[in-house]
């Protein structure tokens, strides 16, 4: 047999700060994402035995089955998920409680005989992932919304308000862009089950952006005082001046 190319709906998860906590904490929380997610997606008809995963340590990048139509990862897997997660939450320690950040795309992907997976699309997914947008979502969610999820500009266009069923209103969406290593694109931010509505992510992640912004300017104009006072810009160069409040 020979790898082939199909286009597939793809879906990566990590969860957050699961550093740190131990062995078995963290074997016991990754278990309960895969009980989480494998229901979810049979509860929506699909079949979880016939996705390609691949596992990233405190989370996974996977591969839907062929023919599924994308708006039933973003509805009603998304909010099933985060129901269960919230569920889970409620009654565990919080040593093992869990918060996810998940993303959503989909592209020409390659798949292999042995079933291992590949492609482009994989490094968008793993960008959108991680991404500042996502992040700060999360964050700034409410204790009980454990899920903030980014759809790609495509899979957005494709499913956001599409009306085919009762998926989540076009306004429960915020836009955003992302900048993630070379990684340039839009992308729209939702969190299932917020009870404040998207523009608490929106309102984060302006905080996150001004936050980075004043950093960015702190790692570029260094000043220090003693017997006189330092002058250090991001490129090296360095200028220093012993006359008292003089650079």
């Given at each position: 047999m020979e790898s082939v190319y199909e286009y597939r709906a793809l879906l990566a998860c990590d969860i957050a700060s699961s550093a740190g906590r131990g062995e078995n904490n963290l074997q016991e929380i990754r278990g309960v994402l895969e009980a989480a997610c494998s229901a979810a997606f049979r509860t929506a008809g699909l079949d979880w035995a016939g996705c390609r995963r691949q596992d990233t340590g405190d989370g996974f990048q996977l591969v839907a089955p062929s023919g599924i139509r994308k708006q039933t990862l973003l509805h009603?897997?998304?909010?099933?998920?985060?129901?269960?997660?919230?569920?889970?939450?409620?009654?565990?320690?919080?040593?093992?409680?869990?918060?996810?950040?998940?993303?959503?795309?989909a592209g020409e992907i390659k798949l292999d005989p042995d079933g291992g997976f590949s492609g482009a699309p994989f490094e968008i997914l793993a960008r959108l992932l991680n991404a500042a947008p996502?992040?700060?979502?999360?964050?700034?969610?409410?204790?009980?919304?454990?899920?903030?999820?980014?759809?790609?500009?495509?899979?957005?266009?494709?499913?956001?308000?599409?009306?085919?069923?009762?998926?989540?209103?076009?306004?429960?969406?915020v836009p955003v862009e992302v900048r993630e290593k070379a990684y340039v694109g839009r992308a729209w931010i939702h969190c299932p089950g917020s009870p404040i509505g998207p523009q608490s992510a929106a309102a984060c992640l302006a905080e996150h952006t001004e936050a980075?912004?004043?950093?960015?300017?702190?790692?570029?104009?260094?000043?220090?005082?003693?017997?006189?006072?330092?002058?250090?810009?991001?490129?090296?160069?360095?200028?220093?001046?012993?006359?008292?409040?003089?650079?």
């Open positions: 009603p897997v998304l909010p099933d998920l985060a129901t269960r997660v919230r569920a889970h939450n409620r009654r565990a320690p919080a040593k093992v409680q869990i918060r996810l950040r998940v993303a959503l795309h996502v992040r700060a979502a999360l964050s700034g969610a409410p204790e009980g919304v454990p899920v903030a999820a980014i759809l790609s500009q495509h899979y957005g266009e494709e499913t956001i308000g599409s009306g085919y069923d009762a998926g989540p209103d076009a306004d429960a969406f980075r912004r004043t950093a960015e300017v702190a790692v570029q104009k260094n000043t220090a005082s003693g017997h006189g006072r330092v002058f250090a810009v991001q490129s090296g160069t360095m200028q220093v001046d012993s006359r008292e409040g003089t650079v």
